[in-house]
């Protein structure tokens, strides 16, 4: 299965470089032309986009045109389709690549690249990878002005726990806690957010007005549940003792990577979004 949301964001990168009115000068023979073509094979492909063909149609690019700045782009596709076609080695070595050519990787794509070296096999760089996706969501969340987080050392790792300050009840994310193992384990969070949705769906079944609706829901990188949900006005507060010991439960055992099997996609994280978030300027 493609994953939509990174296929989107590529999408608007090809798009932005299509209409900057960059010199067309070759490079090793490749010039806007050759990337012009390599977008339209990714976003208006002649074949059905399977990981497989856009792995292929990424690294086609590369070796055809390895001096041009595209090719770090073409890197974390190919590292992406490399996850959904459950070649580890492929992705680890393609993160490495566009990282070496000066790709910044968002705090989700560092999940993705920890959960294909713990496939490879390398606990110790798939911790330091982990790491980095925490680390660089906290530094943006520092860079929006938020720094209403505390550090819980509990047995098994430690927990982070996060106040988003917003200034609408339907700002995504409330609160978080965040539990991060000592070991190369993936992490799990607490997520206390507004749910539209499963508000909305409660009034068709009732017949009632739809009612702000707030759950606490335990996410890992597999599944979510919700611990916890009211349609009344709630401190932050109130919410911490079950949020935290649901995160020390999960430190005492907490998930390692699921096996698959040969060539079915990585089990990467689902929604990483909502386990990593950073809210939009605004709130």
């Known amino acids: 299965m493609v994953n939509r949301k990174f296929w989107a964001k590529f999408s608007l990168f090809f798009l932005a470089l299509s209409a900057v009115g960059v010199p067309a000068m070759a490079q090793d023979g490749c010039g806007l032309r050759d990337v012009a073509q390599f977008q339209a094979a990714v976003l208006e ?7 497989a063909y856009l792995k292929r149609t990424a690294e086609t690019f590369i070796a055809d045109c390895p001096e041009r700045f595209e090719t770090r782009e073409a890197h974390l596709i190919a590292a992406r389709s490399a996850m959904d076609s459950g070649a580890a080695a492929d992705a680890v070595a393609h993160y490495d690549s566009a990282i070496a050519r000066g790709a910044r990787l968002s705090p989700s794509q560092r999940l993705d690249q920890s959960v294909a070296l713990l496939a490879a096999g390398d606990d110790r760089e798939a911790l330091e990878a982990r790491n980095l996706a925490i680390s660089e969501w906290l530094d943006a969340l ?4 938020m720094t209403d987080f ?3 050392k509990s047995r098994g790792g430690i927990i982070l726990a996060v106040n988003f300050p917003q200034a609408a ?3 995504p994310v409330h609160a978080l806690w965040l539990a991060v193992p000592d070991g190369p ?3 799990a969070a607490a997520v206390l957010r507004a749910d539209p949705m499963r508000a909305s769906l409660r009034a068709l079944r009732t017949g009632r007005t739809p009612a702000a609706l707030t759950i606490l829901e335990r996410r890992t990188c597999r599944d979510a549940r919700i611990i916890r949900e009211t349609v009344q006005p709630a401190a932050v507060e109130s919410f911490d003792r079950d949020a935290t010991e649901a995160m020390r439960n999960y430190l005492r055992r907490p998930a390692g990577l699921m096996k698959t099997g040969p060539g079915e996609p990585l089990p990467s994280c689902l929604m990483p979004e909502l386990m990593l978030p950073v809210p939009a300027a605004g709130y």
């Open 45 to 51: 492909p002649a074949e059905e986009a399977t990981p």
């Open 142 to 145: 520092t860079a929006r002005g």
């Open 150 to 152: 505390d550090i819980r």
């Open 169 to 171: 009840p339907e700002a």
């Open 185 to 187: 384990g993936l992490p």
